[in-house]
């Protein structure tokens, strides 16, 4: 069964430092990749997908992710955050051949992070 | 243009007793989920459904069932609820498989 590993649970950092989260997966095939963000109180929101093209993907607020396909990774990473990047950050992977693989998202468990003004 | 919406915000409930979850969307989406997040365990799939009339188990079937009699509408109902239920629940919905998943503002349900 696929999986998906978010290294942090928690993260704690101060305005304009630098942020990246790690995300691995497990599965063999071809992937669609995504990093989803849910701000306190809020519902699951989009930050940024992968489908194909260039591994590296902008997504909104000044996100962007990596895929590495060799290493099974998609990182998450942001150069300067700002307070209210705090949120709960979850990796989500979607196999290709989603059929096969029982037509689920797969989240990770996802990293919260706390931006100290 | 609302989305997807999800009622009850809230609901606490009793250990045997039931109830439903509605979820809507306006999107036309096919594909409609149910998920629960639970802390240090991101979401899980409960139940799924690919088109109106058609529901399939996921992740963490058990002790829930599901019915999308309209194409817009998913419910979710627990015909016995147990502590262990206890968790926050989302609805989604997705054009394709493959594609973004679109989340409704969740259900916060506590079994005592």
């Known amino acids: 069964a696929q999986s998906v590993s978010q290294h942090n649970h928690h993260v704690i950092l101060s305005e304009a430092a630098s942020l990246e989260l790690g995300c691995n997966y497990s599965y063999g095939g071809t992937v669609n990749l995504f990093w989803y963000v849910q701000y306190p109180g809020q519902h699951l929101q989009l930050l940024l997908k992968y489908f194909s093209g260039d591994p590296l993907v902008k997504g909104i607020k000044g996100f962007e992710a990596e895929f590495i396909k060799s290493k099974f990774s998609f990182n998450l990473r942001k150069p300067s955050v700002q307070w209210s990047d705090t949120a709960e950050y979850f990796c989500?992977?979607?196999?290709?051949?989603?059929?096969?693989?029982?037509?689920?998202?797969?989240f990770g468990g996802g990293t919260r992070v706390l931006v100290k003004p | 243009n609302a989305g997807v919406t999800q009622t009850p915000k809230f609901r606490v409930l009793k250990t045997g007793q039931s109830m439903t979850l509605l979820c809507a969307q306006d999107?036309?989406?096919?594909?409609m989920y149910w998920y629960r997040q639970d802390p240090g365990m991101g979401l899980r799939l409960i139940h799924y459904?690919?088109?109106?009339?058609?529901?399939a188990k996921g992740e963490v079937p058990d002790g829930y069932n599901v019915s999308r009699l309209k194409k817009q509408n998913f419910l979710l109902g627990l015909e016995s609820a147990a502590p262990s239920q206890t968790s926050v629940y989302f609805c989604a919905s997705s054009y394709s498989p493959g594609n973004e998943q679109y989340f409704g503002p969740g259900t916060r349900l506590t079994v005592t």
């Open positions: 989500a992977v979607n196999p290709y051949d989603f059929k096969a693989a029982g037509n689920k998202l797969t």
């Open positions: 459904s690919v088109g109106e009339g058609t529901t």
């Open positions: 999107m036309n989406h096919e594909y």
